[in-house]
DNA sequence: CATGAATGAGGCTTCATTCAT
DNA sequence: TATGAATGAAGCCTCATTCAT
């Protein structure tokens, strides 16, 4: 009577639910605290589990915070493909685009920083959360230069270097994230998108010959 | 012939020597292993002091660490103001204040980038180390901004809102700063400083209506 | 036939055991090196764990030292009040008060010194160890005082001031103490309690006018 | 012209009056903050000379204290002698030395606690601040067990062991000594040394039989 | 002789990791 | 498998002592 052998056994959804519960603390505390602050009582707390369990999923301390990097940004790169595919003109995907950063920004607080950062400062530059973060940027920048560059072709972006375009667009949106996440009212995401937008769209310049 | 004006004694200029050394050692080393692991054993090391030395300098780690931040942001923004004053036209002065940065960068690696840095998911966040990081940032800020709204009434620039203005555009430094820093073989300051401001003043959009 | 009231989990227990280890390897090595070099790492040794076991005990240094005396000082108290309530006169009560102090003292050596210290020389005054000695040596004082209050409206004591009375007791006890704790071979306790008592009842004084 | 070859040079005179300099500031620092917290930068600052100099003094900071003790025990001393030769009786002489030791302390305030100290908890037992504090508690002693044997020669005392006899005496001082330093406002000292006497010469019993 | 900058041993405390239960 | 007590390396800081000037 039991249902035909599903290819995950009890004890694996059990564990992968495990995984992720862990992840989202370790997310809601580095969010809370930074990570510098963020340590293994901490994230066992705010999980519900005690730190050693934490050693039974992941391997060490390091594992786990760029695990739950790799989480987080599954998670956000998903939604902004998808925000892209319903509409059809690049500016237009753009747009859903970095809306869909500053909404899954705001479900995530502070954590969100951590998605867009780079190897910085903060972290051991040979650590695996400093590949991680390395390899989680170049994936969005891939991600962001494809619009650049399909938008270009079709006429609608001037040809800048994309791979340059990307960056510069994921900073200005980091930039006005951290002012979002400042902010104990932000104004309305709409209106954030814009701004972005128009700016990186026509720059500063007023528009004579420079 | 000599003048009689001493004004600081032999004491005072080995002393002022001493800290700007400890300094440049802190910077070396945050530059090298970042702030997280940026040791008061390591600093000492690299100053070729002990240990205890640091703290007839400074009185305590944060305060070292402050100060070697707030040491680095003197020297660039005082070259950045120098450089704006050579020339007339308010993109020009954007445009040598964007070189400034880089060259400023070029010559202190991978440290700089915590000039712009802001209080970030790596420190303290109550930390003084915060404070000066914000502290430098938003004179920066004012400074660029400053740029923007004589710009944009001389009608050189758009209206944007110039407190957004200067972030994006610090971000965007920041941004082409950190391949730079990536990159053994970084392109010529020049091409970068063009890069820029030409995605500053006309943003990646093609021109028509949007 | 057993309670069906464990009251305390076996985890209690052991915590509470270890504890007592604790704080008494404290008192041991406070005993030995005396307070100013009674050193984490000492007592930790002493206690056969590991320094950083400590931290799971006691918040701090201070707060590991303070429960020593605290300790030391519920069970020297509890000894001295159980002794009085078994006789009647208050000559006598005083008598088994100090009877017991000088028991309590053979068996805990040198430590005990503190139980009945004040705030000194030795020890920063604002710290939780100076408050919790001037608490425990207050509530002696107390202890004491009522003695020879209750005693002194029963026409067994002269009307002294009781405060005094009851620091001058506790100050021959302890120039006593110090003598035994330096003898390798203290006389018998009866002996000193008989000294202590007719000093302290009669003086040095022959008797005639002063 | 010059005075004939004084058996001191000028050197000898100012070093010695350094010297002293330097045993009175120890005196006022560890007045002031304790042994534990009376460094050798506090006490040089207290001074007005440099941290080195007490090194040429002095060979370390346990040969300063113990200096420093000394230096305080021979004042004392010698007043208390100077003051029982003013009167003939043993009560007077008692009374005299009593009252000799409360004004010296009025004078040198919580330093002089120290005086009377005994190697305590607080200082390491092997040290040579240890084994001066010792020796002069001894030599106190002897002057003070001496009065009692003479005066008990002479009718006026009980003969006690006058050893345990001067003990007594001398922590009843201290006790007393110690509520007078905590007091902002002392009773004068004709009423404590009349307390002291008072209860040193007839103890608390009301006289009957025990 | 005097100075005070420099030293470095040693003290307190934190926290990632291990392991017996 | 989960736990959390125990561990100890490593970090920050203090201060007695030394030594070049």
Redesign the interface.
Known sequence: MQTSRPSRTKEEVVKDFRTAEILDAARRV?GEL????ASMERIALEAGVAKGTLYRYFESKESLLAHALEHAHRDMITRSRAATQRVRAY?DKLREAVRAVLEYSAEHQ?FY??LL??P??????ESVVARTLTKNFEEYIRFVSGL?TRGARS????P??PR??A??L???I???L??RLADRKPPDVDSDVE?I????????????L?
Chains 1, 2, 3, 4 share one sequence.
């Open positions: 580095i930074g990570f510098a602050d500016r502070a920083q951590a950062e780079r910085d400062l903060s972290i051991d530059r650049l006429g609608e972006f001037r800048v270097d340059r375009g960056q510069f994921i900073e200005i980091r930039s006005l951290r002012e701004t937008i128009d700016f990186y769209l026509h720059g500063v310049g007023a528009g004579g420079e």
